[in-house]
């Protein structure tokens, strides 16, 4: 039997509202649309299928502040994070949402139509005071509170929903239970004890020893439910992590575990967080709920310090233990003892003997480096799944981006290296010169400051994708704008794949030789005023001021720039 759920009755709305779900579908037609941030489609999802029963849509005011507070809803039941559907000014004003107002609820994804939210009330949160009593501090540091501050509308909407649907996913289909259909599973195994391991990361051994640990001593069996919804930002992305989920799965005695995943939206609000995860877990059937060290705690705040004390979120579990009704299963940090081949808590340590850890900074300069990572820390096809994802330097893409004047040597120094890089083989090499996009992608573009910058970030987004594939990407536009630059390093730091490799180089030929050297008498057009805008004659050549290398075609020859070029490569671990 599955534990009950928070409140005694699992609110699956999807199954409440199966009967007029037709109705529901032609009322939308009538109706105004809010199309979902992805964090409120995550709360929708598990609003609509129990997962966070009692609720049966977003808070009302009466609710938010109480649960902000006191932890609790208007009615007195245990809820420690608020549930709310954030709006604009202008949302309200156009979409005429007041009491009494029917709202459709939108995937952002397919525009498919998930609910009718019913307005009870509209309300202006505190929000200074929501940071500081949900995440207990009002510090940017701490990802909500950046959220918070940052992306959340000033106004909520509060209203019970009518479920038409479940957003449809297309990853991991199989994987994705709710909680009645998790309650069922455990029905058809007979599973009476169920531990269930929160986790936002990869697992490695050590987990696998905990939670085998748990289940030993509750002679339960286990849940690995690990958050695919949103999580802390820089995390590693859920699809690489349910991969890795599912290569360690075989590693449990067979019929021991079991793996589903939880579409939450985390808070990294730590002991809030917690005292929610087991509601939710207990929603989900679960009756025992591990506990490790820092749960969702969000890192250091401003002054470097962490936000929660390791102990805390075990702490205010075991403070509402009486009204959560799932057992709170409370972990030490887990270390391996080398003389044994065994994991162990830490504070079970016999006096002198040794352990070994690996810290996730380790790891992650490991799996940048190739270096081995050992089978006492984790398994071959973890390992091997990681690797796919987060590839050594060596396989890694770059973007060289090389900017200067026109004529600067800017092209037959990348002609060069282009040459250069497919005789070193290993990756694709793409050459993205600016004559060439200027026909390819942009040549409906001029050379005004809005269409060069367009022009720049249009060159950013495709070497973006091709680094992110692997390849080695030259990228030789005059690109003569700060700001334009600095938008296409953040493109590629961020989408240009593992290690997002972005590299400066300026080509800082003079002008006066750029000029002097112009066969095709570019320059002097421009200086007649046949061209107008060009850059260096009537035009601004911004220098970049802390480029990764700086090239002079006068004073090196071609083969020493590329040689330089071919350095700041190795020395990044990238050749
Ligand atoms: S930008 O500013 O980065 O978008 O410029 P880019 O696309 O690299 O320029 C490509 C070529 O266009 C020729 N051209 C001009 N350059 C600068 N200013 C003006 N007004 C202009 N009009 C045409 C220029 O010769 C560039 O050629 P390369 O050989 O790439 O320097």
């Given at each position: 039997m599955s534990n009950p759920p928070h409140g005694g009755v699992l609110k699956d709305l999807l199954v409440r509202d199966a009967h007029i779900q037709q109705e529901l579908i032609q009322e939308t037609n009538t109706l105004n649309d809010i199309v979902l941030t992805e964090r409120q489609l995550c709360d929708l999802e598990l609003i609509t299928n129990g997962g966070f029963s009692p609720l049966e849509g977003f808070m009302t005011e009466k609710d938010y502040k109480n649960v902000v507070d006191n932890l609790r809803l208007a009615d007195g039941s245990l809820f420690p994070i608020p549930i709310t559907l954030d709006v604009s000014e202008e949302d309200i004003r156009v979409l005429d949402i007041k009491v009494g107002t029917r709202l459709t609820l939108r995937d952002p994804r397919d525009d498919v139509a998930l609910a009718i939210l019913s307005v009870e009330d509209v309300y202006r949160p505190d929000k200074t005071h929501e940071a500081s009593s949900v995440f207990g501090a009002d510090d940017p540091a701490h990802p909500s509170v950046a959220y918070l501050r940052n992306k959340v509308k000033d106004y909520y909407v509060g209203g019970k929903v009518q479920a038409i649907q479940a957003p449809t996913h297309f990853d991991y289909v199989a994987l994705r239970f709710t909680p009645a259909e998790l309650r069922a599973h455990f029905k058809k195994l007979a599973w009476r004890k169920v531990v269930a391991f929160q986790t936002r990361n990869p697992m490695h051994r050590a987990h696998r020893e905990l939670t085998v640990r748990a289940a030993r001593q509750r002679q339960a069996n286990v849940l690995i439910h690990p958050v695919?919804?949103?999580?802390?930002?820089?995390?590693?992305?859920h699809y690489t992590r349910v991969r890795v989920y599912q290569a360690l799965m075989p590693k449990y005695p067979n019929g021991m575990a079991h793996l589903a995943l939880l579409p939450l939206a985390m808070r990294m609000a730590g002991p809030r967080e917690a005292v929610w995860h087991a509601i939710i877990r207990k929603n989900f059937g679960a009756t025992h709920f591990i506990v490790g060290r820092d749960h969702a705690g969000p890192g250091k705040n401003s002054q470097g310090k962490d936000f929660y004390g390791p102990y805390d979120a075990q702490e205010l579990v075991t403070k509402y233990r009486d009204e959560l009704l799932i057992d709170m299963v409370p972990f030490q940090q887990m270390t391996y003892l080398p003389s044994t081949d065994e994991y162990c808590p830490v504070d079970e340590v016999p006096a002198g003997v040794q352990t070994l850890d690996i810290s996730g900074t380790e790891l992650r300069k490991r799996l940048k480096t190739g270096a081995p990572i050992p089978d006492w820390f984790s398994y071959e096809a973890v390992v091997a799944t990681l690797r796919e994802s987060y590839p050594p330097r060596l396989k890694q893409g770059f973007v060289l981006f090389m900017t200067g004047l026109h004529n600067s040597g800017r092209n037959r120094i990348a002609r060069a290296l282009q040459v250069t890089l497919n005789q070193q083989g290993g990756r694709s090499v793409s050459l993205l010169l600016g004559e060439t996009v200027r026909a390819e992608l942009s040549a409906e573009l001029g050379f005004s400051p809005e269409d060069r910058h367009k022009n720049v970030q249009r060159i950013a987004f495709v070497s973006a994708e091709l680094s992110r594939a692997g390849a080695a990407v030259i990228a030789a536009p005059i690109a003569p704008y700060t700001h334009s630059r600095k938008a296409a390093q953040e493109t590629i730091q961020q989408h240009g794949g593992a290690g997002g490799n972005f590299f400066l180089i300026h080509v800082a030929t003079p002008l006066a030789y750029c000029e002097e050297t112009d066969r095709k008498g570019i320059y002097a057009s421009a200086r007649r005023g046949e061209?107008?805008?060009?850059t260096g004659i009537d035009d601004v050549y911004e220098e970049p001021e802390k480029p990764d290398l700086r090239v002079d075609i006068t004073k090196q020859t071609v083969p020493e720039i590329v040689h330089s070029i071919v350095l700041l490569l190795e020395t990044n671990g990238l050749l």
């Open positions: 695919v919804g949103l999580t802390k930002p820089g995390d590693v992305d061209i107008k805008g060009f």
